[in-house]
T-cell receptor
Framework: DAKTTQPTSMDCAEGRAANLPCNHS???????VYWYRQIHSQGPQYIIH???NNETNEMASLIITEDRKSSTLILPHATLRDTAVYYC?????????????FGKGTHLIIQP | GAVVSQHPSRVICKSGTSVKIECRSL??????MFWYRQFPKKSLMLMAT?????????EQGVEKDKFLINHASLTLSTLTVTSAHPEDSSFYIC????????????FGPGTRLTVL
């Protein structure tokens, strides 16, 4: 699976949009971009994933650049409960039998 | 999304004893379950992968005789830490995939193990 690079930490004001970047310049054509988050002392929570088109669900939006070398996770109206470590993970389609490789992620802190 | 539970949420045991942690998929059949370990301020590290009815596959450096994994049904996997020692104290998290969630892993809430 391709490697990802994320900023170590970010701050965002409550009520504003939180934009979390991720670089994955070595991504292959058959690799998806997944986002998970982990709130302190809890298991990771699945947020969203995509291949090349932008995706949106009830939690967030995922914007993938046309060359697929980077992506941005957008939390449209951040709340204090969105404070967590956010992980961007690239993995092969159909790789359901493979474990995930977690990097260090981005510690997002939502400020009141 | 899918729901995965773990039991217990936290356990304290004496050195030398064995501890069993259960992981259940509540609303789907999990053909594959994974066990991760997370030390303080570190990322999750994959320990092993188990497929229902098969022996688990362990990552390099993980002792299979110390961390016994059983995946006897499509909704239950267990991790037994045998002869636990203080260095085994950690946050153990399972995840599952399968059924209609073939490519997405859903995680349990984790089990905090403290070995005295």
């Amino acid at each position: 699976d391709a490697k990802t690079t994320q900023p170590t930490s970010m701050d965002c004001a409550e009520g504003r949009a939180a934009n979390l970047p991720c670089n994955h310049s070595t991504i292959s054509g058959n690799e998806y971009v997944y986002w998970y988050r982990q709130i302190h002392s809890q298991g990771p929570q699945y947020i969203i994933h995509g291949l090349k088109n932008n995706e949106t669900n009830e939690m967030a939006s995922l914007i993938i650049t046309e060359d697929r070398k980077s992506s941005t996770l957008i939390l449209p109206h951040a709340t204090l409960r969105d404070t967590a470590v956010y992980y961007c993970i690239v993995r092969v389609a159909g790789g359901g039998a493979d474990g995930l490789t977690f990097g260090k992620g981005t510690h997002l802190i939502i400020q009141p | 999304g899918a729901v995965v539970s773990q039991h217990p949420s936290r356990v304290i045991c004496k050195s030398g004893t064995s501890v069993k942690i259960e992981c259940r998929s509540l609303d789907f059949q999990a053909t594959t379950m994974f066990w991760y370990r997370q030390f303080p301020k570190k990322s999750l590290m994959l320990m092993a992968t188990s497929n229902e009815g098969s022996k688990a596959t362990y990552e390099q450096g993980v002792e299979k005789d110390k961390f016994l994994i059983n995946h006897a049904s499509l909704t239950l996997s267990t991790l037994t830490v045998t002869s636990a020692h203080p260095e085994d104290s950690s946050f153990y998290i399972c995840s599952a995939t399968g059924d209609r969630f073939l490519d997405t892993q859903y995680f349990g809430p984790g089990t905090r193990l403290t070995v005295l």
